[in-house]
């Protein structure tokens, strides 16, 4: 193979430059991204999702003595999902007179609950309507469709469907609703580091997938990224949008050429804000290399780059896999908590740095809880109340939210004998919370989540 020399007439450089300029790979090589200024109305909410079901009942302990013996009887050290008092991370809630303790790889979140940055939303979980053990078990209340199934679950959660049918999420039906308060940008408002997943599916919208990693372009064509090495993905660029200039009729190709000139158009912003190098989120988190992390770094980089972007309002989704633990528990549990713990620390770092601690809300869902009950091998099985942390200095934090379960096996909460807790918090009752926040009106509120009149109280207080 024949290298060809990289220089050029001075046509072609005209002809290469006009070509950087349509494509905004120019933007690339040249704009110099200064730290955006604050802006004052900007908003956003990050989705954390923990896939396969995180274990709440040994993320938060009650730590008085009464309720941690409990706690030891069902979960004895025999069982190998045992975690001991003395590790225990303590906290007190400010509404309620029984302290807990968070798992002992979870010092982060213990901290940020104690700087009131924290809430915990105690036993959130799918819901058709406000339930009773009684109505479920004898007379017949509706309940959601497959309950313990993981990928049921997963889509009715982040549909905000519980009969099971919708591929539309509450997230894409959120960013639907928020066109208006992006004016004079086609810059999508819903942002996933994790593909395409329920929750960002909208029916109006068209979210952008950004992958964890540092790159999101037409890229490899040479290192550094000097002018002559940007040369091939500009020709490579310009190949590929005459193909999509081609006549086409048929509906499908019609559809991945809007797509394929859209993913082109946001990589030509989102690469060089990936690849900042005076960006001052990076350092955050420059120890981490879990998946997690890297995701909620690539949200902050994207938070930083708002002035390229002009986004006023946007919604995000991360996700960090392995949480169906039922074997080999501890360990694993333990990991993906320390993972997890030191993202949201070096996340909300980054959020202080940036001046935007306030704008922004995280929050966490996850297909379901785990049996209070152990199973055998060291594990617990699929049950259903859980858990959920919303984090930010918007919130109202240092406190639990919702009504805890009676941590009873065969109790008035368990569904069965086992321990899986009837939630008392809906999914729309924390959601609805979090989107008012967010900005979406009233009388938007029944779109994004349609099974909302179903639940009296839907604003839970944990926002300022």
Avoid at 111 to 135: C, D, F, H
Avoid at 284 to 301: P, R, Y
Avoid at 347 to 376: E, H, W
């Amino acid at each position: 193979m024949t290298t060809r020399s990289l220089t050029m007439t001075s046509p072609q450089r005209r002809k290469l430059l006009k070509l950087f300029a349509a494509t905004g790979l120019l933007a690339a090589v040249e704009r110099n991204l200064a730290l955006a200024q604050t802006a004052p109305d900007y908003k956003a909410l990050v989705c954390i999702y923990l896939q396969g079901g995180n274990d709440g009942e040994n993320t938060l302990i009650r730590y008085d003595n009464a309720g941690y013996q409990n706690y030891a009887a069902i979960r004895a050290p025999a069982s190998g999902i045992n975690v001991p008092q003395a590790q225990l991370k303590p906290i007190q809630p400010l509404s309620l007179a029984t302290p807990f303790g968070f798992h002992p790889a979870c010092a982060p979140l213990q901290a940020l609950l104690e700087q009131r940055k924290l809430a915990v939303v105690a036993n959130m979980g799918m819901l058709m309507r406000p339930s009773t053990r009684i109505g479920l078990e004898s007379q017949g209340a509706p309940r959601p469709a497959n309950l313990f199934s993981h990928n049921d679950q997963e889509r009715e959660l982040q549909s905000g469907d519980g009969t099971g049918f919708t591929r539309e999420g509450w997230g894409g039906r959120i960013a639907d609703k928020l066109d208006a308060a992006n004016p004079g940008t086609l810059f999508p408002v819903l942002i996933s580091t994790n593909g395409m997943k329920t929750f960002t599916s909208g029916r109006a919208s068209i979210p952008l997938a950004v992958p964890e990693n540092p790159y999101f372009t037409l890229y490899s064509s040479g290192n550094p990224p000097t002018f002559n090495a940007y040369q091939y993905d500009v020709l490579r660029d310009a190949a590929l949008r005459e193909i999509l200039a081609q006549n086409l009729t048929n509906t499908y190709d019609l559809a991945a050429r809007l797509l394929s000139e859209e993913g082109l158009a946001a990589s030509s912003v989102v690469q060089p804000i990936l690849q900042n190098t005076a960006s001052i989120v990076k350092p955050f988190f420059a120890n981490l290399s879990s998946g997690i992390a890297n995701q909620l770094k690539t949200v902050a980089l994207l938070m930083e780059g708002r002035a390229q972007t002009q986004m006023k309002r946007q919604v995000f989704y991360a996700h960090q896999n392995g949480y169906d633990t039922h074997g080999a528990q501890a360990g694993q549990q333990h990991n993906l908590l320390n993972d997890l713990s030191l993202a949201i620390k070096a996340f909300q770092d980054a959020l202080a740095a940036l001046q935007i601690a306030n704008n922004v809300t995280s929050f966490t869902l996850s297909d379901f809880g785990r049996t209070f009950k152990p199973a055998g091998n060291g594990g617990t099985d699929h049950a259903w109340g859980n858990y959920a942390f919303v984090i930010g200095s918007a919130v109202r934090g240092g406190d639990f939210y919702g009504t805890l379960p009676v941590q009873a096996l065969d109790g008035p909460n368990d569904l069965g004998r086992d321990g899986r807790w009837i939630p008392t918090t809906s999914l729309e009752q924390y959601g609805a919370t979090l989107t008012r926040w967010l900005g979406i009106a009233e009388a938007d509120l029944p779109y994004v989540f349609p099974n909302i009149g179903a639940f009296a109280n839907t604003n839970m207080g944990f926002m300022n």
